[in-house]
């Protein structure tokens, strides 16, 4: 005679222990293989706008809301934590160093006795760098450090 036995009683005593997930909370294979596509194609895509910015639309605040979505799609499919951790720094930490890298950008006019926010440019064969490009880097970084504080703290409440 066959005995029969329950879901419950073929679980091992480990899976007994995990909590179990909600079907929305279960990680979708579609979404994680999506954004393990996406996400470097969005981040370099983020790049690009930055540094287009300065002579076609484009720019720092739009480069860092395609950076901060990239990864506010990384959380969403791996969760907040893993998110965290592919962050070199905190969200509050981008934010201070985009504010602190605008403003070095505006200090250098002063220093050479010009009002503040002046574009300094340093011209290398045919690469232009200059203030200018420096302050987007710090709209880039601010943008990105917010939007993520504000993803970060709706996906932990």
Same mark, same amino acid.
């Given at each position: ?38 996400? =470097? ?17 484009? #720019? ?29 720094? $905190? $969200? ?8 602190? *890298? ?7 006019? $002063?220093?050479? #006795?010009? =009002? ?14 200059? *203030? $200018?490009?420096?302050?987007?880097? #710090? ?5 990105? #450090?917010? *939007? ?10």
């Amino acid at each position: 005679m066959r005995e029969e036995r329950t879901h419950d009683e073929l679980e091992t005593p480990r899976q007994r222990a995990r909590p179990r997930l909600l079907e929305w909370e279960r990680p979708s294979l579609i979404l994680n293989l999506a954004v393990r596509l996406l996400l =470097p194609l969005l981040l370099l895509f983020s790049i690009f706008l930055l540094f287009r910015g300065h002579h076609a639309p484009g #720019g720092g605040f739009v480069g860092g809301l395609v950076a901060a979505a990239a990864i506010a799609l990384y959380a969403l499919a791996q969760g907040a934590a893993a998110a965290h951790s592919l962050l070199r720094l $905190p $969200p509050k930490g981008l934010i201070a160093a985009g504010l602190l *890298t605008a403003l070095a950008s505006g200090l250098l006019g $002063p220093l050479e #006795g010009m =009002p503040f926010l002046t574009g300094r440019w340093i011209k290398w064969d045919r690469l232009e760098l200059g *203030t $200018p490009v420096l302050f987007d880097v #710090g709209v880039y970084l601010v943008v990105v #450090g917010v *939007t993520l504080l504000i993803v970060f703290t709706l996906m932990e409440e």
